[in-house]
């Protein structure tokens, strides 16, 4: 009967004063929506930011455990080619078996050798360009040493992947080599120092051995590449007699910024982690977990990250993300103050009300109880008319301004966001409440029955 | 008998200026009615406050049913106000989006259990019987502070306080109001009505008259013929002492 009485009193005192009522709503309902759409944006745009950033190259290098020490000035490479140590083209496929096997999102592999075209010494370097592969089953259960089990869904079955995926910025005039693998794509500075063109055909010597190639496109790329030629790795693996061989991989994957404990694994080494450690590290898509996992994957390699590129991500979603917790924490303070000036508004219109109650016995605990109920109410309504309308603003924002044509997060997310968006507007709304609420504890019942 | 209400050398004054109350000493006895009179400003109502624990004195005592109050904690005087004091207004004060019925249920609700079917009960013991679900805005004046008057009762209160209760009524409200009043005395309960209506103060077993805050003395008439009889045939008999 208690609770009824208290239901019946807070329902009507809310609908009665429908104006304050509503203010306070809107108040923690604008908060909500900022909260709403920054979750959503944080969680959606992180991801496509980062494979935005995926697409200015790759951010982790793969190369023979036992290379030795290589000099390259001006993308040409001084090395023997007899004491060059090789991966196997084959072990490819491997690295979309590791457990962050979905975040890959483009690799190549390389193999390049100092050649001679018509008369000039340039890099012949020898890739895939646009290849399709079968990903094998690979391992679905990840077990830990704490106990853990951690389960992967298997990959599609193809991945296509390359050049052309990869190095995205590349401007290509003319084609790219197809898949029948016929021709090269030339360095578009070295086509020039040679003086062929698009559609002619060079002349390609390599240790005695000639081979003429026509012309499919000529890159620019504002980096060596422009001095370099590019062949089909098949091509480039029969003209330097290495059959299934290659020197480097790249790759890029899809990395999280590193926090205290990928900065800890990389201080002290992944097994130096605790097993809770080790477990969470590796499944967390680090750059030096993911690394990890291509080491273990293919035993005879040995990966780096390409720094540059994954701290430049890493930074810019760091930022991205404070920046939208600091414009969250703003609105929910501004939001607060909100709160606090309508509950002022409306203790003080009924200060009559409070000091009746007051003199029929009711005490700070029961008044208090009322006025954080009603603020928590009006948060509660005010987080959920929030969080559909963060959500609304998310998708505008993520299609006029991110141009992103699609706007999807899983559910388990969105109900991430709704708990946390609920949490915080009924916390708002309290904490707005609470000096109000002290206002009216104060009250005395005489004084504020004569409204005064 | 003991005294259910003992003030002794009760003052008040605001900032020290203002007296309100100026050493008051008074006894009110269980199942006594007794009008507080006075002009404005006499401290009618600063006295019923003290006496509700609505406000501090400056200086002295008040023993309310044994128990000196201005010595209670704030906690306590709430507790007290819960638990001992029913308490009637002028301008009748109800929650104006409560029903008639969830005003009385209010005053249970903060002293223990609310109980629906005692409130409207109450409410049909003021002859409200068929507004037991109307809002405060739906209801005559006279038909509020019947509700204020149920709700004062509701839960078997040893004082009840009336502060001008037909203050804003009209002659037939009035009378109305005032048969309740005398249906509760008969049935045992402690009565303290402010007024400064003398045909309201002579219905009272006893009048206090207070002037600038002090108590003229009054000889106070035995009218025990009023439990039986129709109160608006008696005639009130008071005489002053010389000053």
Not at chain 2, 151 to 156: E, G, M, P, S, W
């Given at each position: 009967?208690?609770?009824?009485?208290?239901?019946?009193?807070?329902?009507?005192?809310?609908?009665?004063?429908k104006?304050?009522?509503?203010?306070i709503?809107?108040?923690?309902?604008?908060a909500?929506?900022?909260?709403?759409?920054?979750?959503?944006?944080?969680?959606?745009l992180t991801?496509?930011v980062?494979?935005?950033l995926?697409?200015?190259?790759?951010?982790?290098?793969?190369?023979p455990r036992?290379?030795?020490?290589?000099v390259?000035?001006?993308?040409?490479k001084?090395?023997?080619?007899?004491e060059?140590?090789?991966?196997e083209?084959?072990?490819?496929v491997?690295l979309?078996?590791i457990?962050?096997?979905?975040?890959?999102?483009?690799f190549?592999?390389?193999?390049s050798?100092?050649?001679e075209?018509e008369g000039?010494?340039a890099?012949?370097?020898g890739t895939?360009?646009?290849?399709?592969?079968?990903?094998?089953?690979?391992?679905?259960?990840?077990?830990?040493?704490?106990g853990?089990?951690?389960?992967?869904?298997p990959?599609?079955g193809?991945?296509?992947?390359?050049?052309?995926?990869l190095?995205?910025?590349w401007?290509?005039?003319?084609?790219?080599?197809?898949?029948d693998?016929?021709?090269?794509?030339?360095g578009?500075?070295?086509?020039?120092?040679?003086g062929?063109?698009?559609?002619?055909?060079?002349?390609?010597?390599?240790?005695?051995?000639?081979?003429?190639?026509?012309?499919?496109?000529?890159?620019?790329?504002?980096?060596?590449?422009?001095?370099q030629?590019?062949?089909?790795?098949?091509k480039?693996q029969?003209?330097?007699?290495?059959?299934?061989?290659?020197?480097?991989i790249?790759?890029?994957?899809?990395?999280?910024?590193?926090?205290?404990l990928?900065?800890r694994?990389?201080?002290?080494?992944?097994?130096?982690?605790?097993?809770?450690?080790?477990?969470?590290w590796y499944?967390?898509?680090?750059?030096?977990?993911?690394?990890?996992?291509f080491?273990?994957?293919?035993?005879?390699?040995?990966?780096?990250?390409?720094?540059?590129?994954?701290?430049?991500e890493?930074?810019?979603?760091?930022?991205?993300?404070l920046?939208?917790?600091?414009?969250?924490?703003?609105?929910?303070?501004?939001?607060?103050?909100?709160?606090?000036a309508?509950?002022?508004?409306?203790?003080?219109?009924?200060?009559?009300?409070?000091?009746?109650m007051?003199?029929?016995?009711?005490?700070g605990?029961?008044?208090?109880?009322?006025f954080?109920?009603?603020?928590?109410?009006?948060?509660?309504?005010?987080?959920?008319?929030?969080?559909f309308?963060?959500?609304?603003?998310?998708?505008?924002?993520?299609?006029?301004t991110?141009?992103?044509?699609?706007?999807?997060?899983?559910?388990s997310?969105?109900g991430?966001?709704?708990f946390t968006?609920?949490i915080?507007?009924?916390g708002?709304?309290?904490?707005?409440?609470?000096l109000?609420?002290?206002?009216?504890?104060?009250l005395e019942?005489?004084?504020?029955?004569?409204?005064? | 008998?003991?005294?259910?209400?003992?003030?002794?050398?009760?003052?008040k004054?605001?900032?020290?200026?203002v007296?309100?109350?100026?050493?008051?000493?008074?006894?009110?006895?269980?199942?006594?009615?007794?009008?507080?009179?006075g002009?404005?400003?006499?401290?009618?109502?600063?006295?019923?406050?003290?006496?509700?624990?609505?406000?501090?004195?400056?200086?002295?005592?008040?023993?309310?049913?044994?128990v000196?109050?201005?010595?209670?904690?704030?906690?306590?005087?709430?507790?007290?106000?819960?638990?001992?004091v029913?308490?009637?207004f002028q301008h009748?004060?109800?929650i104006?989006?409560?029903?008639?019925v969830?005003n009385v249920?209010?005053?249970?609700?903060?002293?223990?259990?609310?109980?629906k079917?005692?409130?409207e009960?109450?409410?049909r013991?003021?002859?409200?019987?068929e507004?037991?679900?109307?809002?405060?805005?739906?209801l005559?004046?006279?038909e509020?502070q019947?509700?204020?008057?149920a709700?004062?009762?509701?839960?078997?209160p040893k004082?009840?306080?009336?502060?001008e209760?037909?203050?804003?009524?009209?002659?037939?409200n009035?009378?109305?109001?005032?048969?309740?009043f005398h249906?509760?005395?008969?049935?045992?309960?402690?009565?303290?009505v402010?007024?400064h209506?003398?045909?309201?103060?002579?219905?009272a077993?006893?009048?206090?008259?207070?002037?600038?805050g002090?108590?003229?003395?009054?000889?106070s008439?035995?009218r025990?013929?009023?439990?039986?009889t129709?109160f608006?045939l008696?005639?009130?008999?008071?005489e002053?002492?010389p000053?």
């Open positions: 009967m208690i609770k009824q009485m208290l239901t019946r009193l807070l329902a009507k005192s809310l609908w009665k004063q104006t304050s009522t509503a203010l709503v809107l108040s923690v309902a604008s909500a929506a900022l909260v709403s759409a920054f979750l959503n944006l944080a969680f959606h991801e496509q980062a494979k935005e995926r697409s200015f190259g790759a951010n982790i290098l793969l190369v036992s290379d030795p020490l290589e390259e000035i001006g993308g040409l001084y090395v023997a080619p007899e060059s140590a090789h991966l083209e084959a072990d490819l491997k979309k078996t457990f962050w096997r979905h975040n890959i999102v483009a190549a592999p390389f193999l050798r100092l050649v075209i000039n010494r890099l012949l370097v895939w360009f646009e290849e399709e592969i079968a990903i094998p089953a690979g391992k679905g259960l990840f077990t830990f040493a704490s853990i089990q951690r389960e992967v869904e990959d599609s193809k991945f296509r992947t390359g050049l052309k995926s190095a995205r910025w401007r290509v005039e003319g084609g790219w080599v197809g898949e693998g016929q021709g090269v794509l030339l578009s500075q070295l086509a020039q120092r040679i062929v063109g698009r559609g002619g055909v060079v002349r390609i010597t390599y240790q005695g051995r000639t081979v003429l190639f026509p012309i499919r496109g000529l890159v620019q790329t504002g980096g060596v590449e422009e001095e030629v590019f062949v089909h790795l098949k480039a029969d003209l330097f007699g290495l059959p299934g061989k290659v020197d480097k790249q790759v890029s994957a899809l990395v999280t910024p590193d926090n205290s990928a900065i694994a990389s201080r002290i080494g992944p097994a130096r982690l605790s097993p809770e450690e080790y477990e969470t499944c967390s898509p680090f750059l030096n977990s993911i690394i990890h996992q080491e273990e994957a293919i035993p005879d390699s040995s990966a780096k990250a390409i720094r540059q590129v994954s701290e430049a890493g930074a810019f979603i760091g930022k991205m993300r920046t939208f917790m600091l414009t969250v924490a703003l609105a929910l303070l501004a939001a607060s103050l909100g709160v606090m309508a509950m002022m508004t409306a203790i003080f219109e009924r200060r009559q009300e409070i000091g009746l007051k003199a029929l016995g009711a005490d605990k029961q008044i208090s109880l009322f954080l109920l009603e603020g928590g109410i009006s948060g509660f309504f005010g987080g959920v008319l929030g969080y309308g963060g959500l609304a603003f998310a998708r505008l924002l993520a299609a006029r991110f141009s992103l044509a699609s706007f999807s997060l899983p559910l997310l969105q991430v966001i709704l968006t609920l915080l507007a009924v708002l709304a309290v904490v707005g409440s609470f109000p609420m002290r206002e009216a504890t104060r019942p005489i004084r504020a029955m004569r409204g005064s | 008998m003991e005294p259910l209400i003992l003030s002794h050398e009760l003052s004054n605001y900032n020290g200026k007296c309100a109350l100026d050493r008051v000493s008074l006894e009110i006895c269980p199942g006594e009615w007794v009008a507080v009179m002009a404005s400003g006499s401290g009618k109502s600063t006295l019923l406050n003290m006496i509700a624990a609505l406000d501090l004195p400056t200086s002295g005592a008040l023993w309310v049913d044994g000196d109050i201005v010595t209670y904690t704030e906690e306590e005087r709430v507790r007290f106000r819960r638990e001992k029913g308490l009637i009748f004060y109800l104006p989006y409560l029903t008639a969830e249920m209010l005053a249970q609700y903060f002293h223990s259990m609310p109980d079917g005692e409130a009960e109450a409410l013991r003021v002859g409200l019987g507004r037991l679900d109307s809002l405060p805005s739906e005559s004046g006279g509020q019947r509700v204020c008057i709700r004062a009762f509701i839960n078997q004082i009840v306080l009336a502060d209760p037909t203050g804003n009524l009209d002659a037939t009035e009378e109305t109001i005032m048969k309740i249906h509760l005395h008969r049935a045992g309960h402690t009565l303290l402010v007024t209506d003398p045909h309201i103060g002579q219905q077993d006893r009048i206090i008259e207070l002037d600038h002090r108590v003229v003395p009054v000889v008439s035995q025990s013929f009023l439990k039986n129709n608006t008696s005639i009130p008999i008071k002053k002492h000053t």
